[in-house]
Structures are given as structure tokens and as C-alpha cells.
């Protein structure tokens, strides 16, 4: 089953709010990272936390990592019509032989409403 | 400096046919990924390159899928003989450093198998 599952599959906020979204994994990491798509594009990516850390800031974006708990969060603040898109986390598993494969989960579709 | 090139964005095969997809990494990357992604789903990995050399091909299916990266020129993901169920977008990405770095993301090659 995918290393990754995020959640919610779906969220619909208004522009302005906060938007939160959550993503659990199985094994021991060396890094999470979340990424960006927007429809019939490729991926951006957005942030990468490392194992050892516990919080990092972008800009509007705040992620959060709990080992101990195997997951992490992306809060996006005052979100925009433009954020809207998927997002999806992606786990490089420690033990995976160290070639940097990237796990990804299902993705949060996000839509912001003007 | 141009980002992640593939071609073609759009392939359409019939059954038994072969497929070629295209990847250009960015400047001064030496490290490919090849990554499908099905209709609402997240992306799998199929393989991992470096110049001339196959460093992890555990996504890839076992039969009539093969990848190559070149000396010269660009990577090439080959499907002989697709099936239906080979209909997807597939993604190429490119990094500096390989594992542990972010991954730069073309906008991929939606093949359609007719």
C-alpha cells in the first residue's frame, strides 16, 4: 500500500482562511517533502523536512513533522484563488537502498474560492 | 536555464504499439527519475538513472518497459507493445545531487492507448 496517505482527499475553503492539510506514512524516513500540482501540470516542489527536524517555514507554508507519530501537516496561511491545486507528500524511505525514490501519497485537492 | 523537458505532452498508441517518451533533466543534472501517475492518484516510481547507468528500476514492470539515460541526449522511457492499462501521464524528474535532494518535475507525457 502507498507509503503516504494524506488527508483530507478533498478540502474547499474561502480565500483569506487557513488551510491545513495532513499526511501519514508507515516506515522511518530520511526526509518528507511536500510538492505542488496544478491541473495537467507536473510537480512543484514546495518543502523538504528532514527526519531531524521538526518544523519548517516557506513563505505562506509551514510544515510540521512528527516522527513518532509518522506524520507531518502543510499549513498553507491566508490562502489565495492560485493556491488551489494538489498537493501531495512524499516520503524518501530510509532503507530504500539510498536512491532517493520518492513514495507519494493520494494527494489533498485544495480549492480556494475568491 | 529551461526546466525539465519532456516529449511529447500528448502520445496516443494503439495496442501492440511502441511508445517512446522523452526527457531532457535540467542543466547540470545528472540524476532521472521516472515516475506514472493514473488518473486520481498519486505518482508511483518506476526507475532511477544516472548518466549511463540504471541505479534502481524496482518500479518498473518486469516485461516490455525499459529506460535508458544516455552519454549524449536525452532520457528515454520505451513501452513495447502497450496495453490499455498502460494509459497514464508519466513524469520525469531531474536533481543535482540525487537522494535527499528535491526533485524538478517535467510536465510529463499523457499517453493514450487506443
Known amino acids: ?114 | 536555464n529551461a526546466g525539465v523537458m519532456q516529449n511529447p505532452r500528448h502520445l496516443v498508441r494503439r495496442r501492440g504499439q511502441e511508445a517512446r517518451l522523452r526527457c531532457s533533466p535540467m542543466k547540470g543534472h545528472s540524476h532521472v527519475y521516472w515516475y506514472r501517475q493514473l488518473p486520481e492518484e498519486g505518482l508511483k516510481f518506476m526507475v532511477y538513472l544516472q548518466k549511463e547507468n540504471i541505479i534502481d528500476e524496482s518500479g518498473m514492470p518486469k516485461e516490455r518497459f525499459s529506460a535508458e539515460f544516455p552519454k549524449e541526449g536525452p532520457s528515454i522511457l520505451r513501452i513495447q507493445q502497450v496495453v490499455r492499462g498502460d494509459s497514464a501521464a508519466y513524469f520525469c524528474a531531474s536533481s543535482p545531487k540525487g537522494p535527499g535532494s528535491p526533485l524538478h518535475f517535467g510536465n510529463g507525457t499523457r499517453l493514450t492507448v487506443t
Not at chain 1, 494538489?86 to 524511505?93: K, L, P, R, V, W
Not at chain 1, 532517493?100 to 494527494?107: A, C, E, S
Request: proline share 2%; with cysteine.
Open chain 1, 1 to 114: 500500500s502507498q507509503q503516504g496517505e494524506e488527508d483530507p482527499q478533498a478540502l474547499s475553503i474561502q480565500e483569506g482562511e487557513n488551510a491545513t492539510m495532513n499526511c501519514s506514512y508507515k516506515t522511518s524516513i530520511n526526509n518528507l517533502q511536500w510538492y505542488r500540482q496544478n491541473s495537467g501540470r507536473g510537480l512543484v516542489h514546495l518543502i523538504l523536512i528532514r527526519s531531524n527536524e521538526r518544523e519548517k517555514h516557506s513563505g505562506r507554508l509551514r510544515v510540521t513533522l512528527d516522527t513518532s507519530k509518522k506524520s507531518s501537516s502543510l499549513l498553507i496561511t491566508a490562502s489565495r484563488a492560485a493556491d488551489t491545486a494538489s498537493y501531495f507528500c512524499a516520503t524518501d524511505a530510509w532503507g530504500s537502498g539510498n536512491t532517493g525514490k520518492l513514495i507519494f501519497g493520494q494527494g489533498t485537492t485544495l480549492q480556494v474560492k475568491p
